[in-house]
């Protein structure tokens, strides 16, 4: 349970130190070239256009705008529902992981300078300060770093990301939790 809670805290600052990279400003040419696609996605009992789907984390992390991002997992083993809310370079994850023994969820919240990261329900969590990607090495997978495309993994069951409305009170840190 210990890895699954590093690995989700390693995706996190992942995607930050891409966000960060990526907000330091680039040439418009870079930018433009985001790999983005309008999709049309079915279910079992509707259908739905997503606006937007990046195809990497770059390419997500690059686009201007509020953006809800959700995309789910499956393995024999566990099942992940994924949840990413990003809004004015602030950027809220919430990580669902089903096993056959429960339900753990681990939340992340990045108000621009911190990242906050705690279990729901939990009064304790943790905070740190990323600069870059390259503080925590041992930590970050190989396979995440390797600029795979997001969402070609067997494993992947769906993936949304579309505008937002903002809902800034799960962008501000929780007074509940306290972070050492």
Known sequence: ????????LAVVVIVLGIWWFNSRGHDADEVNNVNTVASSTTSNTTNTTSTLKPTT???????????ECKYEEVDPKFRSTNVIYLSGGKMRGEFRTSTSTGTVANIALYDGRYLYVWREGASTGVRTEPKTISELPSVIPADITSAAIFGTSPKNVSWDCHPWSTDASILVKPSYVKFN
């Open 57 to 67: 984390f770059k390419g997500l992390l690059s686009q201007n705008g509020n953006f």
């Open 1 to 8: 349970m210990k890895n699954i809670y590093w690995g989700i």
